[in-house]
C-alpha cells in the first residue's frame, strides 16, 4: 500500500506560479511511474504531467507544455509539479497517483485507470 499526500496548492493570480508536492509513504516508491492529474468542476479528471522511475521520461497535456514541470525525488520520495503562467482554466483539484505496474519500466501511462493509488487532492485556484 502507498499513501500519497499532496501540498501547495492555493489561490494565485493568473501569470503566477505555484509548486504542487506530493509525498509518497508505504510501499517503495522509487519504482513507480507517477502522475498529476486535474478535474475541474463538472469535468472529468485528466491527465496532465507524468514522469517515470528514472525521471528520464516524461509527459506533459498539450494544454501545459511549457508551463508545468514534473520532477521528483526518490531519496525523498517525493515528486513535484511546477506550474509557472498559471491561466484560469488552470483552477482544479489536483492529485497524483502512482501506477505500481510500472515497477522499474521508463513507460508512461496516461490513463487513470493505469494508477492504482490517489492522493486526497489540493485545490488550484487561478484568478483572472
Known amino acids: 500500500q502507498v499513501q500519497l499526500v499532496e501540498s501547495g496548492g492555493g489561490l494565485v493570480q493568473a501569470g503566477g506560479s505555484l509548486r504542487l508536492s506530493c509525498a509518497a509513504s508505504?510501499?517503495?516508491?522509487?519504482?513507480?511511474?507517477m502522475g498529476w492529474f486535474r478535474q475541474a468542476p463538472g469535468q472529468e479528471r485528466e491527465v496532465v504531467a507524468a514522469i517515470s522511475w528514472s525521471g528520464s521520461n516524461t509527459y506533459y497535456v498539450d494544454s501545459v507544455k511549457g508551463r508545468f514541470t514534473i520532477s521528483r525525488d526518490n531519496r525523498k520520495n517525493t515528486v513535484y509539479v511546477q506550474m509557472n503562467t498559471l491561466k484560469p482554466e488552470d483552477t482544479a483539484v489536483y492529485y497524483c497517483a502512482a501506477d505500481s505496474r510500472s515497477w522499474y519500466s521508463e513507460s508512461l501511462s496516461m490513463l487513470l485507470k493505469e494508477y492504482d493509488y490517489w492522493g486526497q487532492g489540493t485545490q488550484v485556484t487561478v484568478s483572472s
Open positions: 508505504g510501499r517503495p516508491f522509487s519504482g513507480y511511474a
